[in-house]
């Protein structure tokens, strides 16, 4: 049911969430800092190299193919074993893909639930902030390549949540100031609006009896 695929899909994202929260809080700093210093590395490697993404990769793997060739041939004459390659476990990569298809099972709920809600059409609120979360993607899209984007928003999960954790008070004292600063002006602009155009909007004749 309807109901039913919501509440299945908040727990994947649920699940999804508390996986991530301890990667970007650097609970664990090592495993937080390998993380992203993968994902510079993989910008940066795409990014100034000029290449296709496709092009990277099949030069690295030709790259990984020729290196270990040369090893496994050259090591014996320099008094060195090989590459330090184990040979591969079929339950162990079993019990690895599992675990991958089992996080991806989740992300693929959360997102088929989210689709289907957006495909009924029935909350106003959800379409609304979807809409502008598109829109905002196309402009920005605009400015920046989707790889700059992706490395971008990784980069801004790695720190933002991070620094405002380390500075709550302060952020949160700023924040309060800062909506009642736009508040303010907010009250400021309708009376503006109100005094300086909608008073000087001449009402139809018809509507203007209506109203008396």
């Known amino acids: 049911t309807e109901g039913d695929g919501r509440g299945r899909a908040a727990m994947a994202e649920g699940g999804v969430v508390s996986q991530l929260m301890p990667l970007v809080m650097w609970e664990d700093v090592p495993r937080s800092a390998v993380a992203l210093g993968a994902a510079t590395a993989v910008y940066f490697l795409f990014e100034l190299s000029g290449l296709y993404a496709a092009a990277v990769v099949f030069y690295v793997l030709l790259a990984a193919v020729l290196g270990c060739f040369a090893w496994a041939n050259v090591g014996p004459i320099l008094g060195r074993e090989g ?61 920046c390549s989707l790889l700059t984007l992706a490395f971008t928003c990784i980069l801004a999960a790695f720190t933002l949540p991070k620094l405002y954790d380390m500075n709550k008070e302060k952020i949160d004292e700023l924040s309060l100031a800062a909506m009642d600063l736009g508040k303010e002006y907010a009250e400021k602009a309708k009376e503006f609006l109100k005094e300086n155009v909608l008073s000087k909007i001449q009402m139809p004749a018809s509507v203007a009896k209506k109203t008396e």
Do not use: C, H, M
């Not at 162990?92 to 893909?97: D, H, P």
């Not at 089992?102 to 989210?114: C, Q």
């Not at 029935?122 to 920005?140: D, N, S, Y």
């Open 83 to 143: 590459p330090p390659v184990s040979e591969p476990n079929p339950d162990a990569i079993e019990a690895k893909v599992g675990e991958i298809a089992e996080k991806a099972k989740g992300v693929a709920v959360l997102a088929a639930g989210v689709g289907y809600r957006l495909a009924k059409g029935q909350e106003p609120a959800l379409t609304v902030k979807t809409a502008f979360a598109l829109w905002a993607g196309a402009k920005i899209g605009g400015i």
